[in-house]
């Protein structure tokens, strides 16, 4: 016994795989589960169930800069007048645990990022990765502090690759597969077991440059992330669609989950419709739902995306960035970010969560 004892931490230890993460996420039909027990175990709300699903805020912005020194300014703080990366980061890790303190489970942050300015692309250089698809060290260093404070929380990360906007940098197709290979091994060789993947934000978007990105042929990156194996282990995996779309059979045939988005979405009964039509797409089996950007709120009302996205058993995400005349505290994706629960929009949003998940 002994002698086994000691072969299985020589295979851990040689895995790479450290022995001091904490946090778990796996799948099981359309539920979530953290460290082999369902999320908000046992937990009803107005009569619908809340156990396994998993409810995420965008927060894509977590280890933004912009290498672009045309654009860069417009991202400096208000208090110092320069943009920070290392401050945005620090600020962000700081502001985890009251997120998930309300039971805030998960949140999306992204690789190349999103529109720093609520949406739409000007120019600015937010990427991870470099031309030939490697991995920039610095982008990586403030992912690491980010992903070890959620594994310490026991909360999940989705994490998005590719954003429009940003693909176009890479030089062809072979960089783009070249960026999700080491993307996923990177996630991979340090341990980390609370990662999904988004492979891309709405695949579906015209914006998007490299054909293996867009909705069409986006399954072939979803199988090659997939196949990216570190003994044994590998990456729950989806992509998203623009808000009111619904995901193409292809891409729901090869993913783990169902990533969806509700911008677009004035009547929340459209919310029910989308969950209820996407499970009637060809290759659906039971799967969570989730949908992981949303930029509706009404919180007081009892009609909403958010109830309305519960009553069909789909999880729900929070997309908040600042509108025109709004202040700093204002939008978790608008750049610089006020990662603190500090306007009256993050604190209905959180509020609302915390009632509903009983934390």
């Not at 992204?110 to 490697?134: H, T, V």
């Not at 978007?205 to 590998?234: C, F, M, S, V």
């Not at 009609?303 to 025109?324: K, L, Q, T, V």
């Amino acid at each position: 016994m002994k002698s086994i004892c000691l072969l299985l931490i020589t295979i851990i230890s040689i895995s790479g795989v450290s022995q001091d993460r904490k946090t778990m996420v796996h799948i099981k039909e359309d539920q979530f589960y953290i460290n082999g027990e369902l999320t908000y175990l046992g937990r009803y709300w107005n009569g619908h169930k809340i156990e396994g699903l998993l409810f995420n805020s965008r927060m894509v912005q977590g280890i933004f800069d912009d290498e672009n020194p045309e654009t860069s300014e417009r991202f400096k703080y208000p208090d110092t007048g320069e943009w920070d990366p290392e401050r945005n980061t620090n600020e962000f890790v700081a502001a985890m645990e009251s997120w998930r303190n309300h039971g805030l489970l998960a949140f999306t942050l992204n690789l190349q990022g999103g529109s720093p300015m609520g949406y739409g692309n000007q120019g600015w250089r937010n990427s991870a990765f470099d031309e030939k698809g490697k991995l920039k060290r610095p982008y990586m260093k403030r992912l690491q502090q980010i992903l070890d404070k959620a594994d310490e929380l026991g909360m999940v990360v989705i994490l998005g690759y590719f954003y429009f906007g940003q693909d176009e940098y890479f030089e062809d197709e072979a960089a783009v597969k070249r960026a999700a290979t080491e993307a996923t091994e990177w996630i991979l060789r340090r341990g980390y077991m609370n990662v999904i993947v988004e492979v891309a934000n709405e695949c579906d978007n015209k914006a998007y440059q490299h054909d293996i990105i867009k909705a069409a042929r986006i399954d072939e990156l979803i199988r090659h992330i997939k196949g990216t194996h570190y003994y044994r282990r590998r990456l729950l995996v989806a992509a998203s669609f623009n808000g009111n779309s619904l995901p193409t059979a292809n891409v729901v045939r090869d993913s783990d989950f169902i990533l969806i988005h509700g911008n677009g979405v004035n009547d929340p009964a459209r919310i029910t419709e989308m969950v209820e039509q996407t499970r009637q797409i060809d290759g659906y089996r039971t799967m969570p739902i989730v949908f992981n950007e949303d930029d509706h709120y009404d919180f007081d009302k009892e009609n909403n995306n958010m109830n309305a996205a519960i009553a069909a058993y789909a999880s729900w995400g929070f997309f908040d960035f600042r509108r025109e005349g709004e202040g700093f505290n204002e939008g978790f994706q608008s750049v610089p970010v006020d990662w603190s629960i500090s306007s009256d929009r993050k604190k209905g949003f959180f509020e609302k969560v915390e009632e509903i998940t009983g934390h």
